[in-house]
């Protein structure tokens, strides 16, 4: 009777053990499947994103022989300024078509050509130095918080500004792969705030940001750093190969 007993504890505490691993191999699965959902929806975007741009820019193509007749019969007419208007309205229809931002890095691509469109909509001038990285130790979800968190903040605190300016660089540096985002400011925000606390009465919500960037560096045994130098507000995440 004793060793049916230990022999059914036994049997028991196997069908857990294989349990406990069929749930943790599920719990792989899905977070791998939802990976996979997270770039497929990526590309396209993408892809929906260069055939945006490539219609815009076909339609300028298109119209550009009647922009330059235009100008040509106004040069004709001696009147210089109304040249000088009409091909001020084309630089400015042009200035609003960007060219789209190209990684080998479907989720950084996307992230960076979204990020930064919705900041040229502000009129936040704009200065993007990528190289062609992976980071690929970190969780898609991981990675997407926090380059989006970072450029978020920058947006945000450039709307504030009359003179909006929003640096990005993304680079490999030593034994790191680094993103920094830099916004101009007039005035210090860290003599008025160094905890960076958020100054909205929303704060549960939009207080994340600063904690959530610095814990999902820290998540990867990172460093962070933020600091303010030649007018700008500075935030640096660095991320170990």
């Known amino acids: ?5 230990n022999q059914s504890n036994a049997d028991y505490e196997e069908l857990s053990r294989k349990y406990d691993e069929l749930f943790a ?29 490539h219609e815009s820019m076909r339609s300028i193509k298109h119209d550009m022989k009647n922009h330059l007749m235009v100008t040509l019969s106004y040069l004709n007419d001696g009147d210089s300024e109304a040249a000088k208007t009409y091909i001020s309205g084309i630089l400015n229809k042009l200035n ?7 990684t080998g890095n479907s989720l950084l691509n996307h992230i960076l050509n979204e990020k930064l469109a919705e900041a040229r909509q502000h009129g936040i001038d704009i200065k993007a130095e990528v190289e062609n990285l992976a980071f690929d130790k970190m969780e898609s979800m991981d990675f997407s918080a926090l380059l989006s968190n970072m450029l978020d903040n920058a947006i945000e605190a450039c709307m504030k500004e009359e003179t909006p300016q929003l640096g990005v660089r993304i680079s490999k540096q030593r ?10 400011i007039s005035g210090s925000v860290l003599d008025s705030n160094p905890e960076l606390v958020t ?11 600063i ?19 030649d007018g700008f507000f500075t935030v640096c995440a660095f991320i170990p190969l």
């Open 96 to 102: 609003k078509i960007h060219s789209y931002i190209e």
């Open 211 to 229: 904690p959530q960037i610095k814990g999902i560096v820290e998540k990867y045994s990172g460093i962070c750093d933020f600091y303010e130098e």
């Open 199 to 209: 100054s909205k009465s929303d704060s549960v919500e939009h207080g994340r940001g």
């Open 1 to 5: 009777m004793i060793g049916r007993k």
């Open 25 to 53: 191999k599920c719990e792989e699965l899905e977070f791998e499947l939802s990976e996979m959902r997270v770039n497929t929806d990526n590309i396209e975007k993408q892809e929906e994103e260069i055939r945006s741009l």
């Open 175 to 184: 034994a790191y792969e680094t993103i920094v985002v830099k916004n101009k």
